[in-house]
């Protein structure tokens, strides 16, 4: 059963990656093109006209939320998978590599900014990524630990009986 949800993190955690650099390897008009229907679904149904500036605002904190979302997920898969194929590594060293990793990705789709048109790099945004993906593994190395104790707790029981 482990090998079987080790096989669909891992899945999960490389569409996810892949799903995160297809967004963040867009220009800036393709990104404006992409977020477009999701904002005119938000603000379309304001009852009086928004600013610019309120527009820009909720285009930010959408865009801000996918990110979240996606790098919780990220984190999530990804820990999963660690945990219950790196069994040998003790928890701390799981969780420094694990979380060294989730960093490089998230710096790398951030740093990668700077070369595509449209886009700017900003590290503050970077580590906000980072944090939802370390969010994301501490959900993960939870739910691992809470299965593996229970299945421990069922072997106990049924070896008293």
């Not at 996918?66 to 701390?92: P, S, Y």
């Not at 449209?118 to 501490?138: D, K, N, P, S």
Request: hydrophobic fraction near 50%; include cysteine.
């Amino acid at each position: 059963m482990e090998k079987r949800i080790a096989a669909v993190s891992w899945t999960a955690f490389f569409l996810v990656l892949l799903l995160i650099c297809v967004l963040s390897f867009q220009s800036g008009s393709a990104t404006k093109a992409f977020e477009k229907p999701f904002v005119e679904g938000v603000t379309g149904g304001a009852d009086r006209q928004l600013s610019e500036e309120t527009v820009l605002t909720i285009t930010f904190y959408i865009r801000q939320a996918g990110k979240g979302i996606l790098f919780l997920a990220l984190g999530f898969f990804g820990g999963t998978g660690a945990l219950l194929c790196f069994r040998r590594l003790n928890r701390r060293t799981m969780g420094i590599l694990a979380l060294a990793a989730l960093f490089g990705f998230s710096w790398f789709t951030e740093f990668m900014k700077i070369f595509i048109e449209g886009r700017h790099y900003a590290f503050a945004e970077g580590l906000e990524g980072f944090l939802f993906a370390a969010a994301g593994y501490l959900c993960a190395a939870a739910a691992v630990s809470f299965r593996r104790k229970k299945a421990l707790r069922e072997r106990h029981v049924s070896e008293k009986i």
